[in-house]
């Protein structure tokens, strides 16, 4: 009917009241006009009755929420996917011939009678769709990494009547993650077809290189390696850390009859900057590759030891124990200021100290004692230089003094009691995953700690801060803050509501658990973390390029109050030894800009990126990536059979060699047979919600009243 299989007309509410009113409105519509003054004629009060009853229906239509659904069922030829990877491992000598094998398995399915529901792809970095008749200009083999999950991207899948999809490849994933759950969600047969060789050949390999994540200038860390072998053990190979094209440390090992062996370099970085490293073995006879031997990678080195300073309303345990938990960290500086009068402090130099500190600990300051001297500069670091701090607040404190740091503390205190609630911490189920309070913390630790004094109070979280824990007293869950942090506009601040903290040490000492040393160690390197929420930041996709590879910046970029800027013209120069490059990136909204440039020149790059608004430079930001040190795609020759298969097991598929492409087509006619070849479009309106119901219902009680007037009708 009307080209439609289906035309359905539904209501919210009962049919019967909907016809019983219908017919109320026809009785009242009749009725009103069974007679009128002045008399009209016969036909203008059936006109009239008329006019009111389409009203009072339209109206009561409206009231019962009315849909009307359209079904059309039209042809829709169910397709199998075939993505083929197009990558430089596809070039790999390792005796499979593999393009030869690819381009093997195509012609089959091509000369098959599935030709025609068959959508042939390309993937690498990218995924693109290809002719069967331009195969040989489309595919190169010559992408610089494998990203299987953009083969499962949503936006390219959707509205095709997918019946399966075949993976040609061999499994060695070099950008992204493993598709293993996209895959799963799809509800689709995943075939691969396993190409290259799964066994081990005969190699050596820089396999992974761990380091800390932060890294101070002037102070000794170690960088491990693991090394792994095939077929190589017991030969002495020779493996080097350098830094750049300096030597580092040279050390000689025998490799070990496990496959692997750990080497650890001494690193002591003179200079604060991002520096390169590459841990590099010497090349054996024989091997399978060479392109693994070597590891570069980039770490970040601070300039110095973080300076933390402590300053403390009055001597007391929570000073001595948080004093002692800081001091094991040995990349911070820890200094103290007791007060034990207004202006007078147990330590020399309060200014010196104050001026100085990266971190600012305040436990129960500022006191009514504390001298406004002190308090303003303490003040201005906070406010005006952006300091990160923590603050103990409880009845010690002066709320008079403290109201002058209240943008920047993390909870709003508007009265103290003077009283203690005994309680214990009740983590917050939604921050679990916090750093602060998981990093090196069993989080069923929590749950045995003693009870420590809680101000209580009027204690409110402010909106954007992260409440971490609550409190529990007398086992009685209680929505009030105790651990609360805030993060934003590059200003970090964390507070501790109450007083005794130093009670978690002595109850879990015993137990060997370090729940207290590492709760304030982490909130100590949360808070010196300042450049997450920088106002103009730059950055390289990835830091290492293969030589032809397209290198894509993506910048950010915000005002003051992080609120994004999106007029700005970013200029980026980009210099080498063999010369400099520029680039302008481009506004895709939000803050954010993207542009990209190919570097053919292999070698190490530094880029220094200017933002400007009405041609004035507003910030800048500068970074490091390499181009041609590794080729990706040559590191790992072996074919990754254990993901391919996991692949097309999760998914209810299968694995083919390329010498098995009948079974393959066999299953993927197979798959075509399960897939309906019509597709049912639905198409629902919700008239109740069209403006155009109430405009026809006014339209036409303006009509009946027009004609009404016009008649002289009361």
């Known amino acids: 009917m009307f080209g439609y299989d289906k035309i359905e007309f539904s209501l919210s509410f009962s049919w019967i009241i909907f016809f019983l009113l219908i017919l109320i409105s026809a009785v009242y519509s009749i009725y009103v006009y069974r007679f009128t003054l002045p008399p009209v004629s016969k036909l203008k009060r059936f006109f009239l009755a008329l006019l009111r009853f389409f009203a009072l229906t339209v109206l009561i239509l409206v009231f019962f929420e009315p849909i009307l659904t359209l079904v059309k069922k039209i042809k829709d030829e169910p397709v199998n996917l075939v993505f083929i990877d197009n990558s430089k491992s596809m070039q790999i000598k390792d005796g499979s011939n593999r393009i030869e094998n690819i381009l093997q398995v195509l ?7 599935l030709k025609d529901n068959l959508l042939l792809y390309s993937f690498g970095a990218q995924v693109k769709q290809i002719e069967k008749n331009d195969l040989k200009n489309k595919i190169g083999f010559d992408e610089n990494s494998t990203n299987l999950t953009k083969i499962f991207d949503p936006e390219l899948l959707k509205e095709k009547n997918l019946a399966s999809i ?9 950008e992204g993650s493993t598709p293993t759950y996209q895959a799963e969600k799809l509800g689709k047969p995943v075939f691969t077809i396993a190409i290259g060789d799964s066994s081990r050949k005969k190699d050596a390999a820089v396999k992974n290189v761990l380091f800390n994540e932060y890294v101070y200038a002037e102070t ?16 002495s190979i020779t493996s080097s850390l350098f830094e750049g094209n300096n030597l580092i440390e040279q050390k000689q090992i025998v490799l070990d009859n496990s496959g692997v062996n750990s080497v650890n370099f001494n690193y002591l970085p003179k200079e604060s900057g991002e520096k390169k490293l590459t841990v590099r073995i010497s090349n054996l006879e024989n091997e399978t590759s060479t392109a693994n031997n070597v590891y570069p990678f980039f770490i970040n080195v601070r300039a110095n030891k973080i300076k933390v300073l402590i300053v403390a309303g009055s001597p007391s345990s929570d000073l001595t124990f948080m004093k002692n938990a800081l001091q094991k960290e040995n990349n911070f500086q820890i200094n103290t200021l007791t ?8 330590e020399i130099n309060p200014n010196q100290k104050i001026d100085s500190a990266d971190v600012i600990f305040l436990l129960s300051f500022p006191t009514r004692e504390t001298s406004q001297e002190i308090f303003n500069r303490i003040k201005d670091r906070i406010l005006n230089r952006n300091i990160p701090f923590f603050i103990m607040l409880n009845n010690d404190v002066d709320l008079t003094k403290l109201a002058q740091l209240s943008n920047s503390i993390p909870a709003a205190i508007q009265s103290f009691r003077g009283d203690y609630l005994i309680a214990q911490p009740d983590i917050n189920s939604d921050e679990i995953n916090n750093p602060v309070i998981s990093n090196n913390i069993n989080l069923n630790d929590w749950n045995n700690l003693p009870p420590i004094n809680y101000s209580a109070g009027t204690i409110i979280a402010k909106p954007e801060s992260k409440i971490l824990s609550y409190i529990k007293a007398e086992s009685n869950r209680l929505k009030l803050p105790l651990i609360v942090s805030r993060n934003i506009a590059s200003k970090r601040s964390l507070c501790f509501i109450g007083k005794d903290f130093w009670k978690w040490k002595l109850q879990t000492a015993t137990a060997n658990i370090q729940l207290y040393d590492n709760l304030i160690l982490n909130i100590a390197k949360w808070l010196s973390v300042t450049d997450e929420q920088k106002q103009f930041s730059v950055r390289t996709i990835r830091k290492f390029y293969s030589a032809g590879d397209e290198v894509e910046f993506v910048a950010e970029l915000y005002d003051e109050a992080l609120n994004p800027l999106n007029d700005a013209e970013i200029e980026i120069k980009i210099k080498t030894a063999a010369g400099e490059s520029d680039l302008t990136l481009n506004s895709i909204g939000n803050g954010l800009y993207e542009g990209k440039i190919k570097l053919l020149k292999p070698g190490d790059y530094i880029f220094s990126a200017d933002a400007k608004l009405n041609g004035k430079v507003y910030k800048k930001d500068s970074g490091k990536f390499n181009v041609g040190d590794i080729d990706v795609e040559m590191i790992e020759t072996r074919m990754n059979y254990e993901l391919l298969n996991d692949l097309a097991y999760r998914t209810n598929g299968k694995l083919f060699f390329p010498d098995q492409t009948n079974s393959l087509i066999t299953e993927l006619r197979k798959s075509i047979n399960k897939v309906s070849d019509e597709k049912v479009v639905e198409s629902q309106f919700k008239l109740w919600s069209n403006e155009w119901m109430l405009v026809i219902a006014v339209l036409l009680f303006s009509l009946e009243w027009f004609i009404r007037k016009q008649s002289g009708m009361l």
């Not at 075949?166 to 070099?174: F, N, P, Q």
């Not at 007060?339 to 147990?346: D, G, P, R, V």
Request: proline share 2%.
């Open 220 to 235: 000794p860390t170690t960088i491990s390696a693991t090394i792994t072998n095939n077929g190589f053990a017991g030969q």
């Open 107 to 113: 012609k089959e399915l091509n000369n098959s009678d």
């Open 166 to 174: 075949t993976i040609i490849s061999d499994g060695v994933i070099t």
């Open 339 to 346: 007060q034990i009068k207004s202006a007078a402090f147990l």
